[in-house]
T-cell receptor, first 114, second 115 residues
Framework: RKEVEQDPGPFNVPEGATVAFNCTYS??????FFWYRQDCRKEPKLLMS???SGNEDGRFTAQLNRASQYISLLIRDSKLSDSATYLC???????????????FGSGTQLTVLP | NAGVMQNPRHLVRRRGQEARLRCSPM?????VYWYRQLPEEGLKFMVY????????ESGMPKERFSAEFPKEGPSILRIQQVVRGDSAAYFC?????????????FGPGTRLTVL
């Protein structure tokens, strides 16, 4: 089983649509969670951190369910510029040095159509 | 530009040559991470460094790869005797602290092509 699993998509949605991405992680001791976006041949860019209570940033809402080891990202009123690959990222945390590495899902590809 | 800097952006090497990739973290960040993204694959952790120390190199291949982050100057990822399978995008990230909640910010990457 992969440490971080995502539906690879692709998701093709019209402008203005609402789209949701899901992600599961295998290590129940994981401490912090993030969504990054990656445009073609570019670096990953931090979209938002995901907190236990869930958090919202404009059109983007992230949710975390620790019991189910499940993370989600909701994008409302999608724009053409939202087209990218969305990466679910987990930091397993802990006291050892290995706590700092990020584990990436393989990404979900989104295309917003005009 | 206060972001993470990487150079070169593109590097072409022939099999057997050495590749040196450089990374300057964001201002105020003293923690550096290297990740590799093979074609059509996700990012994989390679190594985590602080100034003059390798903290975690659990993702580094056992041979030919090394990394350093000297007291002065950028972090260097060095690949000796490159092979075609080393062709990938190598991303560097930095963070201000060492806690698990510290966000990591990525540089533009170095795309290595081995002929």
């Amino acid at each position: 089983r992969k440490e971080v699993e995502q539906d690879p998509g692709p998701f093709n949605v019209p402008e203005g649509a609402t789209v949701a991405f899901n992600c599961t992680y295998s290590n129940s001791a994981s401490q912090s969670f993030f969504w990054y976006r990656q445009d073609c041949r570019k670096e990953p860019k931090l979209l938002m951190s995901v907190y236990s209570s869930g958090n919202e940033d404009g059109r983007f809402t992230a949710q975390l369910n620790r019991a189910s080891q499940y993370i989600s990202l909701l994008i409302r009123d999608s724009k053409l510029s939202d087209s990218a690959t969305y990466l679910c990222v987990v930091n397993q945390g802990g006291a050892s040095g290995s706590a700092r590495q990020l584990t990436f899902g393989s990404g979900t590809q989104l295309t917003v159509l005009p | 530009n206060a972001g993470v800097m990487q150079n070169p952006r593109h590097l072409v090497r022939r099999r057997g040559q050495e590749a040196r990739l450089r990374c300057s973290p964001m201002k105020g960040h003293s923690h550096v991470y290297w990740y590799r993204q093979l074609p059509e694959e996700g990012l994989k952790f390679m190594v985590y460094l602080q100034k003059e120390n390798i903290i975690d190199e659990s993702g580094m291949p056992k041979e030919r790869f090394s990394a350093e982050f000297p007291k002065e100057g950028p972090s260097i990822l060095r690949i000796q005797q490159v092979v075609r399978g080393d062709s990938a995008a190598y991303f560097c990230a930095s963070s201000p602290g060492s806690g698990a909640y510290n966000e990591q910010f990525f540089g533009p990457g170095t795309r290595l092509t081995v002929l």
